[in-house]
């Protein structure tokens, strides 16, 4: 009991002190655990991270305790310490070892700590159901079915209208509770068998002839014993699925941009978005395929250029992988380095693939750089919708010592269920969870997004061109890649 209690406690205290506002249902149990997030590990989660381990460390102590304190003798009883041994040992690994520290062990770790718990109160249900009252054991056998409910639900991605960090807790609470109806059955069972000793004589049985009967104990032992034979069979084959996961990301998109001087982008990956018409922001350039506004330099680089025309209009580019790609979850990123200019403004961003159903700005759009007239601050912002049809914004933004115009710089933005961070190089400029919208907004950014590279002109944002303006303005971008 005291275990149980203490983990609740410790995950209560950490999720208060979270930094920025902690979701039961949209985050993760094991984000507690770590001191700082983001895909570059640089920005801070919680100050009191380190509890939340200690925490899972002592349940998994105390549930190995348990396993030996059970002085398991019959078959049953033996199978479901067996259980909470592996349980505990699942905790302790989840623990230890954070998910962002090495994620299959830590997988692995919370997978036998699920499963084997489940089956843990499943077995402590089912052991004592004939001798002990019913309702206690039913509890047991409730919380255990609860916990194979969430895992399963949670290993499929399935939320169950409560939030991926709510399945999670779904599973790991009914575990925790499940050990605790266990652990009184087995003081239950201990105290009524003393009892018994105490105050039962042995008398004469009479002469069966040397035949047996199989009592209700006996056969309560042989039916759990065929279902922990088919549990440990579903956990092996969960165990080894979590194993089998990938390691690492996996590589779904890569553009190196190698190619001859002069020639298109792959076909296979970009397509265009053409024409003029301002774009909702009051741009001036005419958005065109024609190879003075879009090509490959012959140097590993993309070449997006605004071009002054002889009339004073301007032209440029904007590609994306509307026809190829969209990734829901995952990180994207892009090497480039962006042009400076009055009224110049290039972008690296992303738009929901429903934008041709719904509309912006019920599409979501993340942009994950945007740099404006003298290049000297990167942008980064997400534009969702309003209950009411309109649209809002999150946005951050970093100063650079430098134009970000005098360089390549590495650009990227990371999404998980509910969260989304974004940065240049090893920095990290924004960084928003789903409960950062407030209650008559609307997140709709766990949906796939594809991805869009342009360089604009004019417009609300940068302000109009000028005579200064370049007659050419080029965002070179050396590669982009996406992984999963």
């Not at 609470?173 to 039962?200: E, P």
């Not at 084959?237 to 390691?247: L, W």
């Not at 990180?331 to 912006?360: K, M, N, Q, S, Y």
């Amino acid at each position: 009991m005291a275990a149980a209690l203490q983990f609740f406690v410790c995950e209560f205290v950490v999720a208060a002190t979270w930094d920025g506002n902690y979701s039961y249902s949209r985050n993760f149990i094991s984000d507690l655990g770590l001191p700082y997030c983001g895909p570059t590990g640089l920005a801070p989660c919680g100050s009191s991270a380190l509890l939340i381990n200690i925490s899972f460390v002592v349940l998994g102590c105390a549930l190995a305790a348990a396993a030996v304190w059970e002085q398991p003798t019959g078959s049953a009883r033996l199978i479901g310490a067996t259980f909470l041994l592996l349980a505990g040992v699942g905790a302790v690994i989840v623990g230890l070892v954070t998910s962002k520290a090495n994620w299959p062990l830590h997988s692995l770790g919370a997978t036998l700590f699920l499963i084997f718990g489940s089956c843990a109160a499943l077995a402590g249900g089912l052991s004592t159901f004939t001798d002990i009252r019913r309702r206690l054991p039913a509890l047991a056998a409730a919380f255990a079915f609860l916990g194979f409910i969430g895992y399963f639900a949670y290993s499929n991605k399935w939320q169950l209208g409560l939030g991926p960090g709510g399945v999670e807790r779904l599973s790991a609470y009914a575990v925790i509770l499940g050990f605790v109806c266990s652990v009184h059955l087995v003081a239950s069972s201990r105290t009524d068998g003393a009892n018994q000793r105490a105050s039962l004589r042995p008398e004469p049985q009479p002469d069966d002839g040397g035949k047996r009967q199989g009592g209700p104990g006996r056969r309560s032992t042989a039916a759990f014993a065929l279902i922990s034979i088919g549990l440990v069979t579903l956990a092996g084959f969960s165990a080894e699925r979590a194993k089998a996961a990938p390691v690492g990301p996996v590589t779904t998109m890569s553009d190196e941009f190698d190619g001859a001087s002069g020639s298109a982008p792959d076909s296979n990956t970009w397509s265009y978005d053409l024409g003029g018409g301002g774009w909702g922001n009051g741009e001036v350039q005419t958005y065109t395929d024609d190879r003075a506004n879009v090509q490959l330099d012959g140097s590993g680089h993309l070449a997006i250029t605004a071009v002054r025309e002889a009339d004073g209009s301007f032209t440029s580019a904007r590609i994306t992988t509307r026809n190829s790609l969209a990734f829901t979850n995952g990180r994207a990123e892009a090497r480039i380095r962006v042009p400076a200019g009055d009224g110049i403004h290039p972008a690296f961003w992303l738009l929901g693939t429903d934008i041709d159903g719904v509309g912006w700005p019920r599409s979501g759009e993340i942009d994950v750089v945007e740099t404006i007239n003298d290049a000297m601050t990167s942008n980064c912002a997400l534009h969702g919708p309003t209950v009411s049809g309109g649209d809002y914004q999150l946005s951050g933004n970093t100063v650079g010592d430098d134009p970000f115009s005098a360089d390549f710089h590495d650009y990227w933005v990371q999404r998980s269920p509910g969260r989304i961070s974004m940065g240049v190089d090893q920095h990290v400029t924004c960084a928003f969870t789903a409960a950062d919208v407030d209650a008559h907004e609307t997140w709709v950014f766990d949906q796939p997004f594809y991805l869009l590279l342009n360089v604009a002109v004019g417009g609300k944002y940068p302000g109009p061109a000028t005579s200064r303006t370049p007659t050419e303005s080029t965002m070179l971008v050396d590669w982009v890649r996406v992984t999963s």
